[in-house]
């Protein structure tokens, strides 16, 4: 399944060069979840550029992830307003309920957690994200409010595609 998605992007770019690898990128991770290691050898033999090198390029912008984030993938926001403001014991709070760290996927695959530099709601800090929902003013216990929801709704088959 993988492979047909980045051979139909790279269709796409047929004459593609070095300036294309970006939006390459993008559109593969867009339509797969994340960069796997095939996806970047592929993308590499067809812009005739080594593995090493788009790796160079992907590890340099924090857009780019190289493992499947989870059906309820969570931002913490770590930005100074957060900062200030607790965002530490967030992540601290998330990662103890989830029993996950910064970067890593649940095993179960329901939930995945990514710490962001900013999410631009400052006024509402210590803020997080999932799926687009955004959460403002956390503390400890809401925290674990807010997951004891998706924990419900992923037991209830309710998580849906990511």
Not at 143 to 162: C, N, S, T
Request: charged letters at 25%; glycine letters at 8%; aromatic letters at 8%.
């Amino acid at each position: 399944m993988s492979d047909d998605i980045v051979n139909k992007v790279l269709e796409q770019h047929p004459d593609a060069r070095r300036d294309s690898l970006i939006p390459i990128l993008q559109e593969v991770q867009e339509r797969q979840g994340y960069l796997s290691k095939n996806a970047v050898v592929k993308i590499g033999r067809h812009l005739r550029l080594p593995a090493s090198k788009i790796y160079g390029v992907a590890t340099f912008y924090n857009q780019f992830r190289f493992q499947r984030t989870g059906k309820f993938h969570i931002l913490v926001c770590r930005g100074t307003a957060c900062h200030v403001r607790g965002s530490a014991s967030v992540l601290a709070a998330v990662e103890k309920e989830l029993k996950i760290k910064a970067g890593e996927t649940s095993k179960d695959g329901v939930f995945s957690l990514e710490v962001v530099a900013c999410m631009g709601a400052c006024g509402l800090a210590p803020v997080i994200c999932i799926n687009g929902e955004f959460y403002a003013n956390l503390e400890f216990g809401k925290v674990r409010e807010i997951l004891d929801i998706y924990k419900k709704k992923a037991e209830e088959g309710k998580a849906g595609p990511q």
